[in-house]
C-alpha cells in the first residue's frame, strides 16, 4: 500500500536529500516547513547548507501541482506536494495550548490523516517529544534514521585478544622486523587492516596490529609524546594509530576521562614537523538549533565555554615540562603563530585542509553528512583524528545509532587507510572512574 510521508523541519535540516528515501510513496511539506526553513537559509553552518540545498531541489520539482495533488518523481510512482495551513482542529486545540510552529504542523499532519487514512499518513519527525505529541492524537510516527548503526551493542572495537600463542612467535615479534605471518598463530582468525591485537599465551602477551598490506601482526610498543606515556593497552593502540604515517583517518571512542583528546593532542604535537598545521575542533551544540549569536558578548566569550576542554588539555602536557622548558613554551608559541587553530568544526568552513593534522573532538554530536563533509575535504598529507562517546550525545536529534562516529566506525572498519580502538578504562582519576561506574 502506497503511503503518505509528512516531513517535519528537522528531517530536512539533518538530511537535504531525504525526499529521495521515501522510494515510491507520496511526501507532504507542510508549507510551515518551507516557512521554517526560511529561517536557516543564511549562515555557515550544515544545517543552513542543508535548507538551502533542499528549497533549490524543491524549486526545481515546482510547478502549478505543487499546491493541487503533487508533482511526480522523475523515474518513481511517488509524488511530492506542498499542503497550506489548514484551521485548527477541534482536537487540537483542545489538547495544545500554545500553537507554535511545532502545532500547526502537526494540525496539517493531523488534517491530512482524517482525510486519506490514519492508517496510510505517517509522520516524519528527528524531534522525540513531537512524536510523542503525534501518537497521542492517533497520529502514525516515525523517526528519520536513513544512516544509522543497527546493532551498536556489536559495534566494532577495534580490537582483538588471541589465547595460546606458541612461544616462537613471541621469539619473532621481539626481533626485526618485529612482525609475524598471521597463518602462525595457529588458529583461523579473520582481522580488519589496522586491527589491534592482544596475543597470550600464560603468563606471556604483545601488542600488535594487523598490518593488511604485509598480512602480518607486527609488534607494537609504548611510545612517549610530549611528556604524555599510555597507561594501559588501549591508549597504546590508540597512540600508535595517530602517530602512523600509513594511516589516514582513526577514530577512538569511549568515555569521559579515558584520555581520548589528551592522545590525539600529544600526537599531534609528536608529528607536528609532518604537517602545516594543527586543527582541533569540535562542534557547538547550540539550544534549539539557535545560533551562537543569541549568547552574549564577543565571538571569543561565546565561544571559550564550548573549547575551554581542549585548551585544558594543552595544559595537562605544557604542565608535564617545568616552565624554562622549551618545550612547553613551543605550545603557547604555535598557538600564538596559529600553527595550533581551536575553533568550533563550522569555523573550519573554506579553511584549506592540505597537509593539516585535524582532531575532531566529541563527534558524536555530528551527523554522519556532518563527517563525511569533513573527511571529504581532507587534501594531500591530512590526518584526522575523531574522538568522542557515542553514548554522550548533546545533541537534539542524534542518538547512539545516528550520529557521526558510530557511523564512521561502522563503515570504515577494514579499509586500509582507517584504524579505531574503543577505550574502555578511565585513567583521569580513581575518584572519576569510581563515579563513572556507580552514578
Given at each position: 500500500?502506497?503511503?503518505?510521508?509528512?516531513?517535519?523541519?528537522?528531517?530536512?535540516?539533518?538530511?537535504?536529500?531525504?525526499?529521495?528515501?521515501?522510494?515510491?510513496?507520496?511526501?507532504?511539506?507542510?508549507?510551515?516547513?518551507?516557512?521554517?526553513?526560511?529561517?536557516?537559509?543564511?549562515?555557515?553552518?550544515?544545517?543552513?547548507?542543508?535548507?538551502?540545498?533542499?528549497?533549490?531541489?524543491?524549486?526545481?520539482?515546482?510547478?502549478?501541482?505543487?499546491l493541487n495533488g503533487g508533482v511526480p518523481f522523475p523515474n518513481g510512482e511517488g509524488s511530492i506536494a506542498i499542503r497550506l495551513d489548514t484551521a485548527l482542529d477541534p482536537i487540537i486545540k483542545e489538547n495544545f495550548n500554545d500553537i507554535t510552529p511545532d502545532i500547526r504542523i502537526l494540525n496539517i499532519a493531523y488534517s491530512i490523516a482524517k482525510k486519506k487514512d490514519f492508517n496510510k499518513v505517517i509522520f516524519v519527525t528527528k524531534d522525540?517529544?513531537?512524536?510523542?505529541?503525534?501518537?497521542?492524537?492517533?497520529?502514525?510516527?516515525?523517526?528519520?534514521n536513513s544512516q544509522f548503526v543497527e546493532n551498536i551493542s556489536d559495534m566494532y572495537t577495534g580490537l582483538k585478544v588471541v589465547e595460546n600463542i606458541?612461544?616462537?612467535?613471541?621469539?619473532?615479534?621481539?626481533?626485526?622486523?618485529?612482525?609475524?605471518?598471521?597463518?602462525?598463530?595457529?588458529?583461523?582468525?579473520?582481522?580488519?587492516?589496522?586491527?589491534?591485537?592482544?596475543?597470550?599465551?600464560?603468563?606471556?602477551?604483545?601488542?600488535?596490529?594487523?598490518?593488511?598490506?604485509?598480512?602480518?601482526?607486527?609488534?607494537?610498543?609504548?611510545r612517549i609524546c610530549y611528556g604524555i606515556k599510555p597507561r594501559n593497552s588501549e591508549q597504546t593502540f590508540a597512540l600508535n594509530a595517530m602517530l602512523n604515517p600509513d594511516i589516514s583517518l582513526v577514530t577512538v571512542s569511549g568515555k569521559a576521562g579515558t584520555g581520548k583528546t589528551l592522545l590525539a593532542l600529544a600526537a599531534a604535537l609528536a608529528k607536528k614537523q609532518f604537517y602545516r598545521q594543527i586543527f582541533i575542533a569540535r562542534p557547538v551544540v547550540p539550544l534549539s538549533n539557535k545560533d551562537l549569536g543569541f549568547l552574549p558578548g564577543d565571538v571569543a566569550?561565546?565561544?571559550?565555554?564550548?573549547?575551554?576542554?581542549?585548551?585544558?588539555?594543552?595544559?595537562?602536557?605544557?604542565?608535564?615540562?617545568?616552565?624554562?622548558?622549551?618545550?612547553?613554551?613551543?605550545?603557547?608559541?604555535?598557538?600564538?603563530?596559529?600553527?595550533?587553530v581551536i575553533t568550533p568544526i563550522s569555523y573550519i568552513r573554506g579553511r584549506s585542509i592540505v597537509r593539516v593534522f585535524f582532531i575532531v573532538d566529541e563527534a558524536q554530536n555530528l551527523t554522519p553528512h556532518e563527517v563525511k563533509t569533513i573527511i571529504t575535504r581532507a587534501g594531500e598529507g591530512t590526518k584526522i583524528i575523531f574522538t568522542g562517546d557515542i553514548f554522550?550525545?548533546?545533541?537534539?536529534?542524534l542518538d547512539s545509532q545516528t550520529n557521526g562516529?558510530?557511523?564512521?566506525?561502522?563503515?570504515?572498519?577494514?579499509?586500509?587507510?582507517?584504524?579505531?580502538?574503543?577505550?574502555?578504562?578511565?585513567e583521569r582519576s580513581e575518584l572519576a572512574e569510581l563515579a563513572s561506574k556507580i552514578l
Open positions: 500500500m502506497k503511503k503518505i510521508f509528512i516531513l517535519d523541519t528537522n528531517v530536512i535540516l539533518h538530511d537535504s536529500g531525504c525526499i529521495h528515501q521515501f522510494k515510491d510513496n507520496d511526501i507532504y511539506i507542510p508549507i510551515t516547513v518551507i516557512e521554517e526553513l526560511d529561517k536557516f537559509k543564511k549562515g555557515n553552518n550544515v544545517i543552513n547548507a542543508n535548507a538551502r540545498d533542499f528549497l533549490r531541489t524543491l524549486d526545481a520539482l515546482s510547478s502549478d501541482k505543487m522525540v517529544n513531537l512524536r510523542l505529541k503525534a501518537r497521542s492524537i492517533g497520529l502514525k510516527t516515525e523517526n528519520y606458541a612461544s616462537d612467535v613471541f621469539d619473532d615479534l621481539y626481533q626485526k622486523p618485529y612482525e609475524a605471518p598471521t597463518n602462525r598463530l595457529g588458529q583461523d582468525l579473520e582481522f580488519y587492516s589496522n586491527e589491534n591485537v592482544i596475543l597470550k599465551n600464560g603468563s606471556k602477551s604483545a601488542l600488535a596490529f594487523f598490518d593488511g598490506n604485509t598480512q602480518t601482526v607486527k609488534l607494537i610498543q609504548p566569550s561565546k565561544l571559550d565555554p564550548y573549547m575551554q576542554p581542549l585548551y585544558d588539555n594543552l595544559s595537562v602536557i605544557q604542565n608535564h615540562f617545568n616552565e624554562h622548558n622549551s618545550t612547553g613554551k613551543k605550545i603557547k608559541e604555535l598557538i600564538e603563530e596559529e600553527k595550533i554522550q550525545i548533546d545533541h537534539p536529534y562516529l558510530a557511523y564512521i566506525i561502522e563503515k570504515m572498519k577494514g579499509q586500509k587507510l582507517y584504524a579505531h580502538i574503543n577505550l574502555e578504562k578511565g
